[in-house]
Structures are given as C-alpha cells and as structure tokens.
C-alpha cells in the first residue's frame, strides 16, 4: 500500500522516501503545521488565565494554588508567567507564576 503525500499526487511504498519528498518540496506546509502546534501548547491553562487576567487589572482577586492556599488581593500586573498581586493584608506586593494557580477568580 503506497503511502500518499497530504499536498500532491506523489506516491511512494516507502514512508522514508516521502518523508524526504515532503521536506524537499514543501517547506512552507511544513512550517504551517509547526505553527499550529504552538499554537496548541499556548491553548492549554496557561492561555486560559492569560486571557482572564487581561480584564482582571485593577480588580480584587482569589487566587488559588494548587496545593489548596488562597490569597485574597488586588492585581497589580501580569505578564507571560507571572501575575503582580498586593495581598488583601496589606502586606508587600508578591509575584506568582501562573503554573502554581489553580484558579483566579474575580471578587
């Protein structure tokens, strides 16, 4: 059974030898498929958070970890993989990594 290319007629009983011609003639569909792979790995929890923090800049937050603590504060800013809360406390303002957030929710 000859294994078929995704892009063209080309047919070959070899998967080796299409490999090869897939690499050779058609780069570009290569690279589209690389992309959406990322773009996969970024749709996962950390995507999701990154999108809620967006509109939560300013607003009274609970965030909970992963082992079950909660803190009660205001978020300050966020980036990539970090989110800038001031503890409802009063205490200085801390930095969490968005892997250790179970949840976050606005109050």
Do not use: W
């Amino acid at each position: 059974m000859p294994y078929k290319c995704p892009y063209c007629d080309f047919e070959s009983l070899n998967k080796k030898n299409l490999e090869f011609h897939i690499k050779e003639e058609h780069p570009r569909e290569i690279e589209k498929e690389k992309r959406k792979g990322e773009d996969k790995v970024e749709k996962g929890k950390s995507k999701e958070i990154n999108d809620f923090s967006r509109g939560l800049h300013g607003e009274n937050v609970i965030l909970t970890f992963l082992d079950g603590s909660q803190i009660e504060g205001k978020m300050k800013g966020y980036s990539r993989y970090e989110l800038l809360i001031e503890p409802k406390n009063d205490e200085e303002e801390i930095v969490v990594f968005k892997g250790a957030v179970k949840t976050l929710k606005k109050v």
